[in-house]
């Protein structure tokens, strides 16, 4: 079992940055791979950022790639989202997720065993 706790959530303008942190107890954390998914009001929750349980392989949805940056540090147990030019589209409720398995990285909800409870992201025009 693992508790996760995402924070850094608030309100940006249009092209500002924020940067999400999850906390997460338990099991060792290397041995989780980890996601970022958000969820806009109205809207399926959504796939986002992935890692594997080293860190050495990411993958992020299309709409994401080059402005976001998913890491880990293995030695505080956190996982961050490093998210830039921040678009109004990009508001939603983001979510912290882990799989057991870090060997690979997943990105479909399914695939996560644990969640955080979320955070919201507000990006103003």
């Known amino acids: 079992q693992v508790q996760l706790v995402e924070s850094g959530g608030g309100l940006v303008q249009a092209g500002g940055s924020l940067r999400l942190s999850c906390a997460a107890s338990g099991r060792t954390f290397s041995s989780y791979a980890m996601g970022w998914f958000r969820q806009a009001p109205g809207k399926e929750r959504e796939f986002v950022a992935t890692i594997d349980g080293s860190g050495g392989s990411r993958y992020y949805a299309d709409s994401v790639k080059v402005r976001f940056t998913i890491s880990r540090d293995n030695a505080k147990d956190t996982v961050y989202l490093q998210m830039n030019s921040l678009k109004p589209e990009d508001t939603a409720v983001y979510y912290c997720?882990?799989?057991?398995?870090?060997?690979?990285?997943?990105?479909?909800?399914?695939?996560?065993?644990?969640w955080g409870q979320g955070t919201q992201v507000t990006v103003s025009s």
């Open positions: 997720a882990a799989t057991d398995d870090g060997r690979f990285y997943y990105t479909l909800r399914g695939q996560y065993n644990y």
